[in-house]
């Protein structure tokens, strides 16, 4: 869709950066979770665990907004307003996203949620890296809102995940 001024308008959804985002990502995080947890390098224990309920509405409502816009929208944002060429603040953007989301993801939103740094690399290492990349080809494809496309990617997600843990956890 084209707005008035001959553009392409940033609303909207992306849904084949999003949905190949999606699956990437979970392909890899059940394979790789579950050949640490095999190998004994995740902790079988997680400190103090979050009532699902509490869980649920961080997973799906809170992380993929809040994250979103820390991670991926404000970083953008900051560095397009420097004098930096565009391939260097996409190099920077991919740098700063991940290594934040995998900081972030070591001790979670709030400290009852603890992860080793293994997992962090893991779900924050190549998570980051989907959210990222899934952010970015939206934003060079003019199809859809970079937001909402990765914020709309992580709650996909984080629902399979808890759809996982509900049934089988």
């Known amino acids: 869709m084209t707005a008035p001024s001959g553009r392409p308008e940033h609303s909207g959804i992306n849904w084949r950066a999003c949905l190949l985002c999606v699956l990437t990502n979970f392909a890899v995080a059940m394979s790789c979770g579950t050949l640490l947890h095999t190998l004994g390098l995740?902790?079988?224990?997680?400190?103090?665990?979050?009532?699902?309920?509490k869980l649920a509405v961080m997973a799906l409502a809170v992380a993929p907004l809040l994250e979103t816009s820390l991670f991926f929208s404000l970083p953008y944002f900051l560095l397009t307003k420097t004098a930096l060429p565009q391939r260097a603040v996409w190099w920077l953007f991919f740098i700063v996203s991940i290594t934040s989301f995998v900081v972030w993801h070591h001790g979670g939103a709030t400290p009852s949620f603890h992860r080793n740094w293994l997992q962090a690399l893991l779900v924050g290492g190549f998570g980051g890296?989907?959210?990222?990349?899934?952010?970015?080809v939206t934003m060079r494809s003019r199809i859809g809102s970079p937001f909402l496309t990765t914020a709309l990617s992580h709650f996909l997600y984080n629902f399979m995940g808890l759809t996982v843990v509900f049934l089988f956890g």
Do not use: D, H, I, M
């Open 42 to 53: 995740a902790p079988s224990v997680v400190v103090k665990t979050l009532p699902f309920q």
């Open 129 to 136: 890296l989907c959210y990222a990349r899934c952010f970015y």
